[in-house]
Structure formats: structure tokens, C-alpha cells
């Protein structure tokens, strides 16, 4: 009998009353866990995360609730081995792949703590200078942000059960807004740990961390006005959190994190056998087979010049050619699995959509599986696409495979490059690499319009820079458009999110006493 995971609501955990969705482990198709939210008493939960931790969170100022983030650090650092077991299990994982979920999350974890520390004791932020309203600075505007009294729902994606979590708790917490997380189903098991381990080293007030898994239904009509929900997944969930009557009617602020067709662009005076070239492609390969291209930034447009399209289509063909796939637990297995068989056809029918208009350059598909049963495993090697006429294939624009698959794509001149990343719709991430310095700075604020991040690679920082897909506390990660609009992280910026923006007018006897 497998264990059906208990939720935490209401500072209590608290089995579902229903049979529950199985967790499986995506290589040996074994049933791991389950989990089940059904009969709990939302209104209660919610309620209690609101008034009980928001109010506890609310007594401490930014510096303690640092500590907080500080002390969860502690608490993850001391059970991570058991979380990568759990990875391998439940995500099919390999070491490599895991630790961008597990110790990406306690990274981030504890440069909030860090950045914490630096607000000192305040209760409130000062946003901005004061204004004078007259002639004499007598009586003035001062903007401020407070902490918004509601909890913060974080709806998430099955792609990262840790960093998911946390990426978005470390700022909620550091402003004081308490967190329910409902993590997406098929991989709920490592958010659950995690949360469990937490509640019970007992670092956080009671109601100040929640966990619901299993269905999402009646999450969303819990909401009141001065809640937030933060959800990261797929553009047709986003469209039913944007049209929930709590988004809608009720003003609840809402980030959405939707998906992304980010492209890699070798800027035109590369030549094969440039640095620059072998930068792109070591980076292509990188970010199709990391997490089996599971993740929101990675790449999934190569944007070349045209007169490279073949070399770039050999050197990236041959690299992939060398990719292992296969149980994650065997020694020399590069690539693990994808979430699940029904994520693995969905996968194989993306491939079908995108080669209906592209020519198949590398094919992984029926490559041989080390140490897993190709008729059981969510596994599948990486295939790489070209289309010729980038302009003319609309689904290479359009379908994003969530698996480790790209398409190469060929373009005349720059102005035509950016053109291309533009079809993308609002990305999340473009990469630019290239050795002209001026040429790139230009080509990075063109693409700041529809992207969140522009990540340029020159020789001079081959070993230095941070990758195209990793996403880092200090920069913003969210994009326009079709990427859902969102913004994350980005050091303290994040946590205008989950605080409230006034302006009081007032003399200055009044403003100093803010305490800000
Ligand atoms: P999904 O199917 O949209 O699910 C996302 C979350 O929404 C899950 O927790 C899911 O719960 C929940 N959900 C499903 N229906 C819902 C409803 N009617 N109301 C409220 N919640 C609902 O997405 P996914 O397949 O897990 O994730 C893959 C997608 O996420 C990809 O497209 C990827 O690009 C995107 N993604 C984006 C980012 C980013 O930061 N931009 C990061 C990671 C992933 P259940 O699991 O229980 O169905």
C-alpha cells in the first residue's frame, strides 16, 4: 500500500477522504504515492493562512522574516539527499537535472534571506522620494509599500516541484504574506517533503506555509480582493485563472507564468568554427537535454545565418548524437525521463505538428534506452528539427514541445533574426551570441521589448556566464505576451508582487513618523 500524502491546511495535516491520483516513477512506471484533496475545508484553510500567519509574519519586520528564509535554508540543506531521491523517483531525473530544482530553490532561498537583512527592521518600504504638493515642502506625497494582508495561492508547474515553491515563497515570505502551494500533481511529492519538513522543524509561525494536493477545484473561489495567486503552467490553465470571477470582478493581482518559444540567435558575422559558433551550439545542446528540456526558458528556436544552417545543423546533430538516454539511476545516463507517458505523447505528437513543416536534422526517437524498458519509461532521446523557411513554418512560431526538442532556422540578416525571435509572441529568454560588442548591445535592447531576459554570450564570457535557461534571483524572469506577462525574482523588485503601493500626503512630522 502506497502512502496517500496528507495536505497541511489550518495548521493541521489532513488526509483527503478520497481514493487519490497516483504519483508514478516515469522509468519504471511504478506507483509511488498519492495524493488527494478531497473533503478539505478550503474556507477554513484559507482563512487560517490569512488571518493566523499573515497576522504572525505581519508582528516580525523584514530582517526577522529574513531569519525565516534563513532558517528554511537549514532545514532543506539538512534533508537533500533525501529530495534528490525523491527527483529521481518521481521525475525521473538525473543528479545533474535534480540539482537545478533542489539547490537552484535553496540558492534562491538564501539570497532573499540575504537581500532580507538589508531592509533592517522596517514594517513598510519607502517607494520613491517624498514630493512636495505646493510651493514650500510643507506638506508632501511619500509613496509607500506594505505587506498585502491576504495569502498569496501559488498554482505550479510539474517541471519544478522545488525551485517552483520556492522561488516564489522566499520573496511572499521575506514581505509577510503567507503562502499556499498547490503543486502540480504528477511530481506534488518533493513540494510535500519539502513542506513537511519545514512545519515540522517548526521555523514558521503556524499558517504561514500550506500545501493542497490533488485537484485544484474551488482553489481560485476562495480568493478575496487582497490576495494574489501566482501560477506557472500552461497557456490554457492561464486563460482560466485570468477569467476566474476572483481575477476578473474581484481585482485578486495575478503573475502568470505561461509558456515560451525562446530562441538562441548567432549573430551575423559568426563563422563556423568561431567561438561564438561553438558557444551557440554548446548552449543548444545544453538546453535541449537539461531536465529533457523540460523548462520554460530553454530553447526551443536556433536562429542562424543562413550560409551556417548546415554547419550549425552537423555540429548540434553530432553533439546529441553522444546524449545517453535512459534510467536515471545508471552510471553515464545523461538525459533521464519526461514527467510522465501521457507528457511522452504529448511530446511525440509536438514533434509530428512541428516536422509536418520542418525537415527531422537529429532523431532521438527511437534511439536505444539504457536500463529502461522503452515500452514502460517516459524516455526519449533528443531530436533536433531545421526548416529552411523560417518564415513560411508558423508551427516552429507557434507549438511549444515541452521535451528535448528544437528547431534550427535560418535567417538573411539581422533585422530578419529579430524579426524571427519576435514570432515567438513575448518569450521568456533570447540568447545573442557574438563578439561585436556594439552590435550586440543594439540587438539586446531591441528584443528587451518582447522578452524578459536577453542573455548575450561573447568569448570573453564563455566560462562566466550564468547559461541561457538558468534562471537567477537578480534578474527579472517572466515575459510579455504570449509568455503570460508575469515578473519574478529580479532581486527586490519581486516583492512588489505581494505588497500593496500608497502615496500618504501628510506634513513631515507625520512622514518621519512612518518609521520607513
Ligand atoms: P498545466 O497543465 O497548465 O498545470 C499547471 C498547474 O495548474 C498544475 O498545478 C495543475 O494542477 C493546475 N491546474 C490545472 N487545471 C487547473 C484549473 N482549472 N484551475 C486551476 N489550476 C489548474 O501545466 P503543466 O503541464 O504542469 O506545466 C507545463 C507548462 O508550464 C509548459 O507549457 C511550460 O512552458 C509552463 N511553464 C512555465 C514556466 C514559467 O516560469 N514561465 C515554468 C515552468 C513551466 P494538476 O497538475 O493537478 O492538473
Not at 535541449?288 to 523548462?295: A, D, I, L, Y
Amino acid at each position: 500500500m502506497v502512502e496517500l500524502l496528507p495536505n497541511h491546511v489550518a495548521g493541521r495535516w489532513q488526509a483527503g477522504t478520497g481514493a487519490g491520483t497516483a504519483l508514478v516513477d516515469p522509468v519504471l512506471g511504478t506507483e509511488l504515492a498519492r495524493v488527494d484533496a478531497t473533503g478539505l475545508d478550503l474556507a477554513e484553510a484559507f482563512a487560517f493562512a490569512r488571518e493566523q500567519g499573515g497576522a504572525a509574519l505581519r508582528t516580525l519586520g523584514y530582517r526577522e522574516r529574513a531569519g525565516l528564509l534563513a532558517a528554511i535554508v537549514k532545514v532543506l540543506q539538512a534533508h537533500r539527499d533525501s529530495y534528490y531521491e525523491i527527483a529521481t523517483a518521481n521525475a525521473g531525473t538525473v543528479k545533474n537535472d535534480s540539482a537545478v530544482d533542489i539547490d537552484g530553490a535553496i540558492f534562491t532561498l538564501g539570497q532573499y534571506a540575504r537581500w532580507g537583512e538589508s531592509l533592517g527592521d522596517a514594517r513598510a518600504l519607502r517607494d520613491g522620494e517624498a514630493a512636495k504638493l505646493g510651493k514650500e515642502p510643507l506638506f508632501q506625497s511619500q509613496h509607500l509599500q506594505v505587506p498585502t494582508r491576504g495569502v498569496a495561492l501559488f498554482i505550479n508547474a510539474f517541471n519544478f516541484p522545488s525551485w517552483g515553491l520556492w522561488e516564489k515563497a522566499a520573496p511572499a515570505l521575506l514581505s509577510g504574506v503567507p503562502v499556499i502551494v498547490k503543486p502540480a500533481t504528477a511530481t506534488a511529492w518533493l513540494t510535500q517533503r519539502m513542506v513537511k519538513d519545514v512545519v515540522d522543524a517548526g521555523v514558521l509561525p503556524a499558517g504561514a506555509l500550506s500545501v493542497i494536493c490533488g485537484s485544484s477545484a474551488g482553489l481560485m473561489d476562495q480568493l478575496q480582493p487582497f490576495d494574489v495567486v501566482s501560477f506557472t503552467g500552461s497557456a490554457e490553465t492561464a486563460a482560466l485563472i485570468r477569467s476566474h470571477p476572483a481575477v476578473a470582478a474581484r481585482s485578486v493581482r495575478a503573475n502568470i507564468e505561461a509558456d515560451s518559444l525562446n530562441s538562441a540567435l548567432l549573430m551575423p558575422d559568426a563563422a563556423p568554427g568561431s567561438e561564438a559558433f561553438g558557444l551557440l551550439v554548446r548552449e543548444v545542446v545544453r538546453e535541449m537535454t537539461v531536465k529533457s528540456g523540460q523548462k520554460c526558458t530553454a530553447i526551443r528556436r536556433i536562429l542562424v545565418p543562413a550560409a551556417l544552417y548546415d554547419a550549425a545543423a552537423q555540429a548540434i546533430g553530432a553533439r546529441l548524437a553522444g546524449v545517453t538516454v535512459g534510467n536515471p539511476r545508471s552510471e553515464g545516463v545523461r538525459m533521464g525521463a519526461l514527467v510522465s507517458r501521457a507528457q511522452l505523447e504529448t511530446v511525440r505528437e509536438g514533434i509530428a505538428a512541428l516536422a509536418a513543416q520542418a525537415e527531422v536534422l537529429h532523431d532521438g526517437r527511437h534511439a536505444p534506452l539504457v536500463d529502461a524498458d522503452p515500452a514502460v519509461a517516459a524516455c526519449i532521446g533528443p531530436v533536433l528539427l531545421g526548416a529552411r523557411d523560417a518564415d513560411a513554418a508558423q508551427a516552429v512560431h507557434d507549438v511549444e514541445v515541452f521535451g528535448p526538442v528544437a528547431t534550427l532556422l535560418p535567417y538573411r540578416d539581422l533585422e530578419h533574426a529579430l524579426a524571427l525571435a519576435q514570432r515567438g509572441q513575448g518569450s521568456l529568454v533570447a540568447s545573442l551570441y557574438g563578439a561585436d560588442d556594439a552590435a550586440l548591445g543594439r540587438a539586446a535592447c531591441d528584443l528587451a521589448a518582447s522578452h524578459g531576459r536577453v542573455h548575450v554570450v561573447t568569448p570573453e564570457v564563455a566560462q562566466a556566464h550564468t547559461g541561457h535557461g538558468n534562471v537567477m534571483p537578480m534578474s527579472l524572469h517572466g515575459g510579455p505576451g504570449r509568455a503570460g506577462g508575469g515578473a519574478e525574482l529580479g532581486g527586490l523588485r519581486a516583492l512588489d508582487f505581494y505588497h500593496r503601493r500608497a502615496a500618504v500626503q501628510a506634513g513631515n512630522g507625520v512622514l518621519s513618523a512612518l518609521g520607513l
